[in-house]
Nanobody, 120 residues
């Protein structure tokens, strides 16, 4: 069983930046981030595989950057130019396999989530 621990959430004004981190308890291949706002379904935001191939949701492309420290089973999400629509609970997710999938259902392992608040 892989356990994921996130950190780095918080409150920021629109236009600001935050960096999320997530560390897995053991070896894992693909890691990603999803988010869920109140009353909305969880959506994939970004994912990365062991070869640093990444994918992004259209809504965050160009503003968010996912990166990984494979040696330490850690993934980061740098979020720039934040807008109020980015406010949500952000969840780290992990899976075995080499496809950096954005589909929530593809991930069996999940963290507890970290809250991101963006004020206008």
């Amino acid at each position: 069983q892989v356990q994921l621990v996130e950190s780095g959430g918080g409150s920021v004004q629109a236009g600001g930046s935050l960096r999320l981190s997530c560390t897995a308890s053991g070896f894992i291949e693909c890691m990603g981030w999803s988010r869920q706002a109140p009353g909305k379904e969880r959506e994939g935001v970004a994912a990365i595989n062991p070869y640093d191939k990444s994918d992004y949701a259209a809504s965050v492309k160009g503003r968010f950057t996912i990166s990984a420290d494979s040696a330490n089973n850690t993934v980061y999400l740098q979020m720039n130019s934040l807008i109020p629509e980015d406010a949500a609970m952000y969840y780290c997710a992990a899976r075995f396999g080499y496809l950096p999938a954005l589909t929530v259902a593809d991930y069996p392992y999940w963290g507890q989530g970290t809250q991101v608040t963006v004020s206008s």
